[in-house]
């Protein structure tokens, strides 16, 4: 049973444009949500995370959207660059123990 | 301040074999996590480490795999008899404390192919 659903498996996006991925989660006690980007060959690297305090959090040209009604997040890459191409992963964790990742996304900008 | 150190970051074994991959921590973390990476899927959760202590071992395969985080020295993810079906992407993570501390750094990965 997947505890994260994220959308879409994979993404080409034009240079300068914005690139969004979306997670879905079920699971009401998860209260932390953070997304890694991983290079091919590399370790996920933490990108940016939030907590259901906040419907939002931006760090330069990455922002995450939260809706706690639905069960979303998403996160919006703004002024896509082609050094951004990268594999996406969102994940879930609900203070314990365990971090509960979505599939990935295979990002790709385009120049 | 190095990041989490996993070595080798490559390794062949044979149907059979043992494998054994290691994980330092960053500095002034003393919680690992292992995962499993699948081509074209997320990470797997498998164990949850603190020094000398197994806390968390609930998605470990049952059989041939191990793992332990001495009191000195780096944590070592030990699969017995591999099969072709060990190969993937292992990783390890390593964090701070736990609730609201348990921000995960990863390591590079190793990359274990069964022959």
């Known amino acids: 049973q997947q505890q994260v659903k994220q959308s879409p498996q994979s993404l080409i996006v034009q240079k300068g444009g914005i690139s969004i991925i979306n997670c879905a989660y079920e699971?009401?006690?998860?209260?932390?949500f953070p997304w890694y980007q991983q290079f091919p060959g590399k370790g996920p690297a933490l990108l940016i995370a939030?907590?259901?305090?906040?419907s939002e959090k931006k760090e330069g040209r990455f922002t995450i959207s939260f809706n706690k009604s639905a069960k979303q997040f998403s996160l919006h890459i703004m002024d896509s660059q082609p050094g951004d191409s990268a594999t996406y992963f969102c994940?879930?964790?609900?203070?314990?123990?365990?971090?509960?990742f979505g599939t990935g996304t295979s990002l790709t900008v385009i120049p | 301040n190095a990041g989490v150190m996993q070595n080798p970051r490559h390794l062949v074994r044979r149907r059979g074999q043992e494998a054994r991959l290691r994980c330092s921590p960053m500095?002034?973390?003393?919680?690992v996590y292992w995962y499993r990476q699948l081509p074209e899927e997320g990470l797997k959760f498998m164990v949850y480490?603190?020094?000398?202590?197994?806390?968390?071992e609930s998605g470990m395969p049952k059989e041939r795999f191990s793992a332990e985080f001495p009191k000195e020295g780096p944590s070592i993810l030990r699969i017995q008899q591999v099969v072709r079906g060990d190969s993937a992407a292992y990783f390890c993570?390593?964090?701070?404390?736990?609730?609201?501390?348990?921000?995960?750094?990863f390591g590079a990965g190793t990359r274990l192919s069964v022959l």
């Open positions: 480490l603190q020094k000398e202590n197994i806390i968390d």
């Open positions: 993570a390593s964090s701070p404390g736990t609730g609201t501390k348990n921000i995960q750094y």
């Open positions: 500095k002034g973390h003393s919680h």
């Open positions: 699971n009401t006690a998860f209260d932390y």
């Open positions: 939030i907590r259901p305090d906040v």
């Open positions: 994940a879930a964790s609900d203070s314990g123990n365990q971090f509960y």
